[in-house]
């Protein structure tokens, strides 16, 4: 990513401007930007920690408690540099939020994707950002445009068929919606939850072993790893029921963003979905208002 001083400039000497004069293009830099320096806040945390309280091993290597006596003894090192580093990305992660909060909110459908739990002012303005909905006639373009269309393939000495930071966005999302799932007002976080335990039933019940047979014959797996012990008796592992399950919650927000986009866009309500209009499936989940 291209280091971009001009955007680090509006922040530090005039955020209320920025916020005014933000593009969709600032927009995409400062959210990656933005998990760029969350990284290194929690790096920066990290190594305070570890000097404010040090690992301690035994003789074959393994971590250990240290002793009472070794705890009292300990003397951290200075840290003030780290301390000033990790108070520096705070700093700028709260102009960012605030930048991409009022970004967000002067976008037609702002105030409803920050209406959803999970979804907070960066996830937000990275929709916002990344997706123009009159290149977008059906939720599937989206979904295609994030990569999260399994059909999709991404062929030797061909350009990527998806937005690699709108991939990364979603699996973010994905994670986000996992961290609500308790939370009362809720929607997408219960729907990975109920698709999670759909996906187990039928896992378990073998219906998943073509699928578990293909896996072990295109992709190279370790003998010696759990996902393999699964495979090898036709069972997705669990990280696979996991990621299935997000990608179904985020798809389905995917296609609730969609369809509120495309009526306030447009004046009219989007296509009906695929499996709808095409396939005959009556159920349809319909968006929060």
Same mark, same amino acid.
């Given at each position: 990513m291209e280091f971009n001083f001009e955007t680090l400039l509006k922040l530090k000497k005039d955020v209320r401007k920025a916020e005014v004069i933000l593009t969709d293009k600032e927009a995409r830099y400062i959210v990656d930007l933005y998990y760029t320096l969350q990284d290194n806040r929690i790096a920066s945390e990290g190594q305070i920690r570890a000097i404010d309280k040090?690992?301690? +091993? *035994?003789?074959? &290597?393994?971590?250990? @408690?240290?002793?009472? =006596?070794?705890?009292?003894?300990?003397?951290? =090192?200075?840290? =003030? !540099?780290?301390?000033?580093? @990790?108070?520096?990305? *705070?700093?700028?992660?709260? !102009?960012?939020?605030?930048?991409?909060? !009022? +970004?967000?909110?002067?976008?037609?459908?702002?105030?409803?994707?920050?209406?959803?739990?999970?979804? &907070?002012?960066?996830?937000?303005?990275?929709?916002?950002?990344?997706? *123009?909905?009159?290149?977008?006639?059906?939720?599937?373009?989206?979904?295609? +445009?994030? &990569?999260?269309?399994? =059909?999709?393939?991404?062929?030797?000495?061909?350009?990527?068929p998806w937005n690699a930071q709108l991939k990364t966005l979603c699996w973010k999302i994905g994670e986000s919606f996992v961290k609500v799932s308790n939370n009362p007002n809720d929607v997408y976080g219960k729907l990975y939850k109920q698709r999670k335990e759909y996906e187990q039933v039928k896992n378990e019940a073998g219906e998943y072993a073509e699928q578990a047979k293909r896996k072990l014959t295109e992709t190279k797996i370790g003998k010696d790893t759990d996902a393999y012990k699964s495979y090898i008796i036709g069972k997705l592992p669990p990280a696979h029921i996991q990621s299935r399950s997000k990608r179904y919650a985020v798809k389905i927000f995917l296609s609730h963003l969609h369809e509120y986009w495309y009526e306030h866009h447009y004046g009219q309500k989007p296509p009906a979905p695929y499996p709808i209009a095409i396939l005959g499936h009556a159920h349809k989940i319909d968006k929060p208002e």
């Open positions: 040090p690992t301690f +091993y *035994d003789e074959a &290597g393994k971590k250990r @408690k240290p002793t009472k =006596e070794e705890e009292a003894a300990y003397i951290p =090192e200075p840290h =003030e !540099n780290l301390d000033a580093f @990790k108070d520096m990305f *705070d700093t700028l992660e709260s !102009n960012m939020v605030s930048i991409l909060k !009022n +970004y967000a909110a002067n976008h037609p459908i702002g105030d409803w994707l920050m209406s959803i739990t999970g979804i &907070g002012p960066v996830l937000a303005a990275g929709l916002l950002a990344h997706i *123009d909905i009159t290149q977008c006639p059906t939720a599937g373009h989206i979904w295609s +445009y994030a &990569g999260l269309n399994p =059909e999709q393939k991404w062929e030797k000495k061909t350009k990527r």
